[in-house]
């Protein structure tokens, strides 16, 4: 008998839950350390093992299984369900995630080795959580459930983020994150809504029969999606949301390479690719994703060739990236981006391991105190190499025919505009990548003389568990243990496999299967690109044909703004600053001194009445009687006038 | 003789009495001002009886003055009480009642 995916992706969905439940609730087992980190690896692995067979399960077969539960009831049908749909999309995009977070969870048992055990606990129980969240967006049938997971990774996100929390930047770096996305947020939950009013359902499978047989009211769609794409974009940090995504590397680094690059952020890019179809009905909101996915990969691939951090090189690539399959999205081919989102999330997920196994040995992110590991360290650099070549979209590299795909998209869209920044973003993704695989991993050292320094520098009263990374924890460079290199391996052979397939027979998934006509110089011409950027690194960094600091001063004013973040983050706080705190301020002013002082005044003279009349109030009985008297005449009079 | 003349002898008797009240600064003079408005009262049941032919103002009558017996003894009570505890019959001593 075939077993069902449906019931497959359930298992896979609800290991890690238990996991989480079980290290959340038990606390003395939590705080094992270990032992928990043990548990959660071991539902983490279930989970992969359910996905692949899930997977394997759903095989060629484009028909959804569905699971529905009713949540809540409503006249007829019930207003909500949870469950699980499982069809091709969902089940790969479940083996990526499930797969990610396992290696990222293995590698951590290295990267944190030195965490104390209740820390390691919290951070399992977090990864576990986040896992099922994850997972539940992936495999969401319907809106609503995809928004509670939606929310669900935002906040593990922050959550690990803030992992190291008596760090103030890693604590500002968190809630910077949380608001940020959150700002989006609300837009989808607005687009959700409007778009329940108008049919009626938040189901999936029933909005895009509604949509096929276009019975789907047409009026507001553009609000509509457009506020869903709000969502979509402060999740996958466009412009001008990317700001969060830089500053959430204070975060610990298997956690980058999960949430901030594989598979968190491309969430937004993933709900894009489910609702494809709605989207497909209001082309103007797709120019506007075009657009600012193209703006968003131009502004963060510039941002990243300045950038001195490897980890904020590698999370402004991840922006770019993420423009790159929002812009895929934009033309009109999500297929494109949802494959480039699977390689991506592959290759990327190795750089920012190989990263972490760099700074975890050098104990600095700065690339300019790195310098010559390729010696030292020779798998790191080789699989390191592996994932930059990826990016670049080299052939046989695993990035190579999806960023293809997504160039070819954007030709057969009739967006040349995009098409072309997108052609220079591959120029200079290719040039920022081996900036840092030049100077890190080869050329002279920097390392000896900075690596002591930082121990010494790391303040003794919260040195305890507010190591900016894990310090080195030997004076001599070396590959990473077996459990970070394990991870780094899978992914590079993974990243090679998918390379050497795509590039020697074709796409890997059936649903990928070329849907445009690309002009046959574009291949040629998109590598050609990248070699000319590798070779613009090579003479820079490397041979020092040219001079890193005359080339910096050719681009003088856009270095000078690329520095400044190009003040995005500079318009935000202004108009924080400016614009809503004086608004606030205004707001303030008038509740305390009109809202309240109506009330105010109201009270008080109730206050005087009351106290001017309680002087007729004598206590005198004759008074009273004095009154009655008078009363009883003026009513006498009144019978008699009236 | 109509019945006028009763009539407005017995409300000048009713105003008397109510000026009396209202004015007298002793308890006990309240008293009597009281009694001279039951009075008044009894007057014009008396004179409406009479006018009327009817008995029904005269049985009245009895009654008042039968009860006005019991209502002086009760007040005069109180205000013998009211002295003893207070040391004072005047009412515009006893202001409790002030808001």
């Known amino acids: ?642 | 003789m109509g019945l006028q003349p009763f009539l407005v002898l017995s409300s000048a008797l009713f105003c008397i009495g109510l000026f009396g009240v209202i004015t007298r600064r002793n308890t006990i003079g309240i008293l009597l001002g009281i009694e001279l408005m039951l009075n008044s009262v009894n007057i014009n049941l008396v004179a409406f009886s009479r006018f009327n032919g009817s008995v029904a103002g005269m049985v009245f009558t009895v009654f008042t003055i039968s009860i006005t017996v019991a209502e002086m003894a009760l007040g005069l009570a109180i205000v013998i009480l009211l002295f003893r505890v207070r040391r004072t019959a005047m009412a515009d001593h006893l202001d409790l009642l002030k808001g």
């Open chain 1, 1 to 642: 008998m075939r077993t069902d995916p449906g019931t497959l992706a359930l298992v896979s969905l609800l290991l890690p839950l238990a996991s989480f439940f079980v290290l959340a609730i038990v606390a003395p087992f939590r705080r094992l350390g270990r032992p928990a980190a043990y548990f959660s690896v071991l539902c983490a692995t279930g989970a992969f093992a359910a996905a692949v067979m899930a997977w394997l399960a759903q095989g060629e077969s484009t028909i959804p299984t569905l699971h529905l539960w009713e949540w809540l009831p409503g006249q007829g049908k019930s207003l909500a369900t949870v469950g699980v749909l499982v069809d091709p999309d969902s089940t790969v995009m479940l083996m990526l995630v499930t797969l990610v977070a396992l290696l990222v969870q293995v590698y951590s048992l290295g990267y944190l080795h030195e965490e104390p055990p209740k820390g390691l606990g919290r951070y399992y129980t977090y990864q576990s959580l986040f896992a099922f969240s994850m997972m539940g967006l992936v495999l969401s049938p319907n809106l609503l459930q995809l928004f509670m997971c939606w929310e669900l990774v935002g906040l593990c996100s922050y959550l690990l983020i803030g992992f190291w929390y008596p760090k103030p930047e890693a604590a500002r770096a968190a809630v910077k994150a949380f608001w940020t996305t959150k700002l989006g947020d609300v837009g989808f939950l607005i687009g959700i809504v409007l778009l329940w009013r108008s049919a009626g359902t938040f189901d999936l499978t029933e909005l895009h029969a509604m949509v096929q047989s276009s019975t789907l009211p047409l009026a507001g769609l553009s609000i509509i999606t457009f506020c869903i794409y709000l969502g979509a974009a402060g999740k996958s940090a466009q412009f001008p949301f990317h700001v969060w995504l830089p500053d959430a590397m204070e975060g610990p680094t298997p956690v980058s390479a999960l949430i901030h690059a594989a598979t968190m952020v491309t969430a937004g890019v993933y709900l894009l690719h489910r609702t494809s179809w709605l989207f497909a009905l209001t082309p103007d909101v797709l120019l506007i994703v075009a657009w600012v996915g193209a703006f968003t990969a131009l502004l963060a691939a510039v941002l990243a060739c300045v950038q001195d951090d490897i980890k904020r090189v590698l999370a402004y690539s991840t922006v770019s990236q993420l423009g790159y399959m929002m812009a895929a999205i934009g033309a009109g081919f999500s297929a494109a981006g949802f494959f480039h989102l699977l390689t991506h999330g592959l290759f990327k997920a190795l750089l920012f391991l190989g990263a972490g196994a760099v700074i975890h040995a050098v104990g600095t992110n700065d690339i300019s105190k790195m310098g010559g590991l390729a010696r030292k360290m020779p798998i790191t650099a080789i699989v390191f190499l592996i994932g930059t070549l990826s990016l670049a979209g080299i052939p046989f590299f695993g990035g190579y025919l999806s960023k293809e795909e997504i160039l070819g998209a954007m030709w057969a869209g009739g967006l040349p505009g995009p098409f072309a920044v997108l052609m220079l973003v591959a120029f200079l993704t290719a040039f920022y990548m081996f900036r840092v695989v030049f100077l890190a991993f080869y050329g002279p050292s920097h390392v000896a003389a900075s690596h002591g320094e930082l121990v010494m520098t790391t303040p003794p009263d919260e040195g305890k568990i507010v190591h900016d990374q894990p310090g080195p924890h030997s004076s001599h460079l070396h590959d990473p243990p077996a459990s970070m290199l394990l991870p780094l391996l899978t992914l590079a052979a993974l990243a090679m496999f998918v390379g050497i397939y795509s590039t020697l027979i074709g796409p890997l998934l059936p649903a990928e299967a070329a849907e445009h006509a690309a002009p046959g110089w574009l291949t040629p011409s998109a590598v050609g690109v990248a070699v000319v950027g590798i070779l613009l690194a090579w003479l820079t960094y490397q041979r020092r044909t040219i001079n890193p600091e005359s080339l910096a001063s050719a681009f003088g004013p856009i270095r000078t703004a690329a520095l400044a973040k190009f003040w995005v983050d500079d318009a935000f706080i202004f108009v924080y600053e400016r614009v809503l705190l004086t608004f606030a301020r205004v707001v303030g002013w008038t509740d305390r001194y009109i809202v309240d002082g109506v009330l105010n005044m109201v009270s008080a003279w109730t206050l005087t009445a009351g106290d001017d009349l309680r002087t007729i109030q004598t206590g005198k009985a004759q008074d009273y009687v004095y009154g009655v008297a008078v009363g009883v005449l003026a009513l006498i009079l009144w019978m008699k006038l009236s």
